[in-house]
Structures are given as structure tokens and as C-alpha cells.
């Protein structure tokens, strides 16, 4: 079973950034990677995809332009760069690992999750 931790969380002012980061104990060049996020009394929501080689990624609408994702599968890692952030991103974001190819915003394609690291953002 592959166990993630995300880190690089923590309380930023709007319009400012973070990195955050995944780990995964095991090998993760096979899989697709996945980031998202939940904010309190919300549902969990899709944020980026990105694939197994890191050439093809994919955003929901309300991170296109300002967050990137990418990988380094050396590290057994994948990263989230978030820009200009607004208080509506607070939220614990997760991350997610995917055995097929497909890009997807379906939680149910990704079969192991990490626990999450909260993200605050204040206006």
C-alpha cells in the first residue's frame, strides 16, 4: 500500500503563494498524481492531475492561471505551486495517487490519499 504525505501548508495573505508538497513511500512513476481539496462544511473538490510522466496535467477552471503542478519521480513526489491565492483556497489540500492514465477530476480513480495539509489563506 502506497502511504503519501503532503507538507508546505500554512497561513499565507491573499495574493501571496505556497508550495506544497506530496511524498510517497513507494516507487510513483507508474501513476498518475492528483491534488484536492476540502474545505470546512464543503465537499472535497478536484484541484490538478498530472501524469505519469509529467507531460500531461490537468486543472479545474478555479486553478487554471495561478496553481501548477508537476512532479519529480526521483523523489517520489509531486508538487503544487499556488500564485495569487485568495481566501476561497483555504481549505486541506490532498494529495492523491491513480493507477490508470486517464486525467481525471473523479475521486474515485485515485486509490490512495494522504492526510492533508491545511492551507489558509486571509484577506
Known amino acids: 500500500q502506497v502511504q503519501l504525505v503532503e507538507s508546505g501548508g500554512g497561513l499565507v495573505q491573499a495574493g501571496g503563494s505556497l508550495r506544497l508538497s506530496c511524498v510517497a513511500s513507494?516507487?510513483?512513476?507508474?501513476?498518475?498524481m492528483g491534488w484536492f481539496r476540502q474545505a470546512p462544511g464543503k465537499e472535497r473538490e478536484f484541484v490538478a492531475a498530472i501524469s505519469a510522466t509529467g507531460r500531461s496535467t490537468y486543472y479545474a477552471d478555479s486553478a487554471k492561471g495561478r496553481f501548477t503542478i508537476s512532479r519529480d519521480n526521483a523523489k517520489n513526489t509531486v508538487y503544487l505551486q499556488m500564485n495569487s491565492l485568495k481566501p476561497e483556497d483555504t481549505a486541506v489540500y490532498l494529495c492523491?495517487?491513480?493507477?490508470?492514465?486517464?486525467?481525471?477530476?473523479?475521486?474515485?480513480?485515485?486509490?490512495?490519499w494522504g492526510q492533508g495539509t491545511q492551507v489558509t489563506v486571509s484577506s
Open positions: 492523491a495517487i491513480g493507477g490508470r492514465a486517464t486525467l481525471t477530476s473523479k475521486e474515485d480513480e485515485y486509490d490512495y
Open positions: 513507494d516507487r510513483t512513476f507508474i501513476y498518475k
